[in-house]
């Protein structure tokens, strides 16, 4: 995470298929300007640089959120990076996958040419197990909630690299990437033996826990309130949400996209003055 003069907004890198298979939680995604990339690297160094360029001009302060790997370390997941360390001479992860390092370097140069400092938010999560052991095997997702197979613990380790710190070359970024990595998986091996990360600990106050249950219940309510309404007024509800998804398809169809609407106005704006 790309931590640009806290406290901040936070603005995610994710994949465009998340906003093609979510109609209404890739709306919302959109309009909190999630940066969608293509897979495509030509198109997305350009859009991954636009769209950071566009934040630290209309945000005071921002967070980019990046997940380098790119995918839940699952079992199958695990078992390709692997053959693909081996084929490359690079040294295997026991928890973790390789990194990729292209949208890394970008976020990091363009955030660089900003020319404000940032910090790089180094965050390590593991999972406690229900049992009291350390092996929850996860990966988790909104499947687990109704069932209950959730983690006893979930322990963080954060890191700041001030960007002072960073190297200045492409090469150099992609390699002190990977050393991290290295260092991390490290960490989450030490994790596995000593149920603990090393440091100060710092446990989750109960000013966060009512915030949390705060916001399940208000979720319950609005949840509540949609099924209310479908019961009964449906020919409404239907008509409303109908409406909704046509102008979101539309937008996405015709424009790319609400975030790239939003781009293109700023460029325009840019161009005028």
């Known amino acids: 995470m790309f931590d640009i003069e806290r ?3 936070t603005f995610p890198i994710t994949t465009e298929r998340f906003r093609r298979s979510h109609i209404y939680l890739g709306w919302l995604k959109q309009m909190h300007h999630f ?4 897979k495509d690297w030509i198109k997305d160094r350009v859009h991954i640089d636009k769209s950071i360029r566009y ?4 945000c005071s302060s921002v967070d980019v959120v990046i997940y380098p790997e790119g995918k839940i370390p699952s079992e199958a997941f695990k078992k390709e990076d692997k053959e693909y360390a081996e084929s490359k001479g690079l040294a295997t992860f026991k928890h973790l996958l390789h990194p990729k390092l292209k949208g890394f370097i970008a976020c990091v140069q363009t955030c660089r040419s900003g020319g404000a400092p940032f910090e790089i938010c180094e ?3 593991a999972y406690k197990g229900r049992t009291g052991n350390c092996a929850y095997k996860g990966p988790f997702g909104g499947i687990q909630l109704p069932t209950g197979e959730l983690p ?3 322990h963080f380790h954060i890191k700041y690299h001030p960007s002072s710190s960073l190297p200045s070359s492409d090469e150099e970024l992609g390699e002190w990437l990977y050393q991290r990595w290295r260092a ?3 960490l989450l091996v030490q994790f596995h033996k000593t149920k603990s990360f090393p440091g100060p600990v710092q446990k989750e106050s109960l000013m966060k826990k009512l915030e949390m249950w705060l916001a399940i219940g208000i979720w319950a309510v609005l949840i509540g309130a949609v099924v209310y309404f479908w019961i ?3 020919l409404l509800m239907a008509v409303i949400m109908g409406t909704t998804a046509l102008i979101h398809y539309i937008v996405d169809k015709r424009f790319d996209g609400w975030e790239r609407v939003a781009l293109r106005r700023w460029e325009r704006s840019k161009k005028m003055k």
Do not use: A, R
């Open 7 to 9: 406290p901040s907004q």
């Open 35 to 38: 940066i969608f990339v293509k």
């Open 55 to 58: 934040l630290l001009e209309t």
């Open 123 to 125: 965050v390590t999560v």
């Open 152 to 154: 006893q613990e979930v």
């Open 184 to 186: 991390k998986d490290e």
């Open 232 to 234: 009964k007024v449906p």
